[in-house]
């Protein structure tokens, strides 16, 4: 026994023992977040990311509707308004009316000159 040599115990890098420790936390923590969405995935939890897109497109599709609405206002309002002022020129403007009528006129007038 006394011929034995002693064996040494060479000092580890405090550096590549901290980096061990982070992976190993990080790696934990991973873990742990992939088995929390898992179960929300499947759960019944109100929080679940399920429940909150579906309170989401709820909420998207009535703001939705609510602008369908209000666009389907103003323009029965603007039909009304060109209704009630009269106007029999098909949606065009008194100066559209005038530019054709110009341009019918200056048709005529070339084919009496050929």
């Known amino acids: ?7 040494e115990k ?14 190993a936390v990080a790696l934990l923590l ?5 088995l929390v969405e898992i179960a929300e995935l499947r759960g019944e939890d109100d929080r679940s990311a399920k429940s909150i897109v579906g309170k989401e497109k709820k909420s998207f599709d009535k703001r939705v509707r609510d602008v369908q609405d209000s666009l389907q ?7 009304s308004a060109i209704a009630g002022s009269g106007s029999t020129s098909d949606g065009l403007d008194e100066d559209e009316d005038e530019g054709e009528a110009e341009d019918e ?9 050929e």
């Open 1 to 7: 026994m006394a011929d034995d040599s002693i064996i």
């Open 10 to 23: 060479n000092t580890s890098s405090p550096m590549a023992t901290s980096c061990l420790l982070i992976a």
């Open 30 to 34: 991973g873990i742990f977040v992939h």
């Open 73 to 79: 206002e103003l323009e029965d309002g603007l039909d």
């Open 105 to 113: 006129s200056e048709e005529e007038e070339s084919e009496e000159e």
